[in-house]
């Protein structure tokens, strides 16, 4: 098992019987459909590969890394793919049009139908089309189509050729699209903006209509002629709609969302119909076969991929080489702390001893399994400290609580967890789902003692004030919203927030809460909200501060980990995680041992490795990792499952 292995991207032939899949290693791996095994891999790029495409009608294969590279490959034999040259696009330039950032997380890539020619982008975010044979290539143009009046600049996020015609269809972050003509493409045909959201992909329906899969939610009709006005459909998933995959067969349209979900629509009315498919983890790319329009292939973000059939409700194939992803961390007393995520199993660390000449620290690691759905992951966890217990909440809606070795589960609600506090007295637990709903339970009975709905918008993040007996909690997309604790009934609303994958307070007063790629610091007494640390990149995932409360860690979207003065939010130090995202950071104990280093924290994440990080000098440093036995592999179909129309009914 081998992080790297994640399946990142793929593409299927069309004629259907081979699937290309792509991993944050830079691997291909030639797939064929009907046994659903690997029949041959190579190496396409020392880099993650973010998209792979394949050309219609010409026997050619391209992968786009994130080394700004594309990698060109005859698959005339899908398993003895020939590699033809790489076409290195930082030596393509563009005009003053600049778009910088860390890490690329875009996947423009799209054949010709009938030509030698791609389109992609170069590293400075402008659209390209590329003329090629097997020896050579050449840039024919590039232009930057995606400016705002304040000089942000977004890169091309996905691109394609128009049936029937050589126009080009381009969408972005910001809620971006236009339509271009590669002869002017410096004066788009069309431009339209949608919200403030990311359009991922356009799936042709009929003439110039076209399904946009729109991280607001929603599904988008749009003329790419611009003679009709588009249609913006109801919010169909619960999270990020990534792909939509439109079967001219069937004439079924099938989107797949980062809520774990694949969801059947109307393509005339962009309205839901019915989940068609659960998966473990959330999705993105996804194919429905033509040639049987029962089956379907989704790449899923725990690295997997998956192969269903819709009519005999089962999955019948899974790839998937990579260990448990980790999600979630608390301390359980002053030498333990326990890690979970994927699957049944959790990792209890603890504290050995440590060596005063040194200040390292010797660290334990051992699995414990749970009596969890092996399908399910842990989103959250918590220590009570009343009864010493450990309470998990889980993707399935399960809430668990293990107390001296003994699990009980507390309560299932119906609806997938996203956050959980525990009271510092009494029994009180609250959790909010991805349902827009808000509890209060009793962690001794299950009893739900009081309920808040925020209505369409899913809930993300939450945080108990115990001093004022409030309780933060943030819309994925919306307002933040202060309820009281006894009867969440609400104290205060802030509007306009975004992404808030963490809160916390920082003291009676003041409560943290992050906004997409920037903190900021609510004063709950005023209603004033203050920006603490400005943009960092792509979304806050986690942030933690030490006993001394002098430092702050944090861990972004962009596989980077930072470090602030705590008092300050002054900006110290930062350096990388590893080639998957990070979920959480966690602080070791204080009093852990004599002679300990006082500042150091763990970080952990997709790649199921838990990594050291010491503070010293006002400086990160990373100091090696945890040494962990390997865990019980999840490769099977745990999770995928096809449920029944009366179960999604009854949701």
């Known amino acids: 098992m081998n992080y790297l292995r994640k399946i990142s991207a793929f593409a299927v032939d069309p004629t259907e019987q081979y699937v290309f899949a792509a991993t944050i290693g830079g691997q291909l791996f030639s797939v064929h459909v009907d046994d659903f095994t690997i029949d041959s891999e190579v190496q396409s ?5 973010e998209a792979v495409a394949v050309h219609p009608t010409l026997p050619y294969l391209a992968t786009l890394g994130v080394d700004y590279k594309v990698v060109l490959w005859d698959r005339e034999d899908p398993r003895r793919l020939r590699k033809l040259q790489t076409v290195n696009l930082r030596d393509i330039q563009s005009d003053e049009y600049n778009y910088s950032t860390q890490l690329p997380l875009s996947c423009p890539l799209a054949f010709h139908p009938t030509e030698r020619k791609l389109l992609t982008h170069n590293p400075n975010g402008a659209l390209t089309e590329i003329a090629f044979d097997e020896a050579r290539s050449e840039s024919l143009w590039a232009v930057g189509l995606f400016q705002e009046a304040d000089g942000m600049a977004y890169d091309v996020d996905y691109v394609r050729y128009l049936v029937g015609s050589d126009l080009i269809f381009c969408s972005t972050f910001g809620g971006h699209v236009a339509v271009v003509d590669p002869r002017k493409p410096q004066e788009p045909l069309v431009r339209w903006r ?3 959201r990311t359009i991922h992909c356009a799936a042709h329906v009929e003439g110039t209509d076209y399904l946009l899969a729109s991280d607001t939610r929603r599904v988008i009709r749009f003329d790419a002629s611009g003679k009709k006005q588009p249609l913006v459909g109801p919010p169909v998933v619960r999270d990020h709609l990534e792909q939509v995959s439109l079967n001219k067969v069937s004439g079924r349209a099938l989107v797949s969302s980062f ?25 993105r790319w996804i194919h429905n076969f033509e040639r049987d329009p029962d089956q379907v292939v989704v ?10 059939d819709l009519s005999r409700k089962r999955p019948i194939g899974v790839i998937k080489h990579t260990p448990n992803a980790l999600w979630t961390g608390a301390r359980v007393s002053s030498r333990e702390l326990v890690i979970a995520g994927e699957g049944p199993e959790q990792l209890r660390v603890r504290v050995e001893e440590a060596n005063p000449a040194t200040m390292e620290t010797r660290l334990s690691a051992k699995w414990e399994t749970l009596p969890a759905s092996r399908g399910s992951y842990a989103k959250r966890m918590v220590r009570h400290e009343p009864t010493r217990s450990l309470v998990q909440a889980r993707s399935d809606g399960n809430i668990l609580v293990i107390r001296e070795g003994v699990t009980r589960p507390l309560v299932r609600l119906p609806s997938p967890l996203r956050d959980i506090a525990a009271a510092p007295e009494g029994n ?21 003692a009081a309920e808040y709905f925020t209505g369409e918008e899913p809930l993300w993040s939450l945080a108990y004030n115990p001093e004022r007996r409030l309780l933060a909690v943030c819309e994925r997309q919306g307002q933040l919203t202060i309820l009281r604790a006894e009867d969440l009934s609400v104290a205060l609303n802030v509007q306009d927030s975004w992404a808030p994958k963490r809160m916390a307070w920082r003291d009676a ?25 400005p943009r960092i990149g792509n979304t806050i995932e986690d942030f933690a501060w030490d006993d001394e409360r002098r430092y702050l860690a944090l861990c972004t979207y962009l596989r980077r980990i930072y470090v602030f003065d705590f008092k300050t939010f002054r900006e110290l130090s930062s350096t990388g995680f590893d080639l998957d995202f990070p979920k959480g950071v966690l602080w070791l104990p204080r009093d852990r041992a004599d002679g300990a280093h ?19 000098d006002d400086y990160l440093h990373q100091m090696g990792v945890v040494e962990i036995p390997p865990s019980t592999p999840i490769h099977d179909d745990s999770g995928v499952r096809v449920p029944d129309v009366a179960q999604v009914a009854a949701r």
């Not at 903190?519 to 920006?531: C, D, F, I, K, S």
């Not at 006082?598 to 010293?616: I, K, Q, T």
């Open 509 to 533: 007063d003041r409560l943290l809460v992050g906004r997409g790629a920037e903190l900021y610091q609510l004063n709950v007494a005023t209603g004033a909200m203050e920006q603490a640390i």
């Open 299 to 308: 790449q899923c973000r725990n690295g997997a991929l998956y192969r269903a």
């Open 598 to 616: 006082p500042y150091e924290f763990l970080a952990f994440g997709r790649s199921g490795v838990v990594r050291r990080y010491w503070v010293h």
């Open 45 to 49: 790029h020392t880099a993650g590969i």
């Open 428 to 448: 009180d637990l609250f959790a909010i789902t991805e349902d827009g709903r808000a509890y209060r339970i009793d962690l001794e009975t299950g009893r739900i």
């Open 194 to 196: 949608y919200d403030k």
């Open 259 to 283: 809520d774990r979900t694949v969801v059947e629509i109307d393509p005339v009315t962009c309205e839901r119909k019915r989940v068609v498919l659960e998966t473990p983890f959330k999705l």
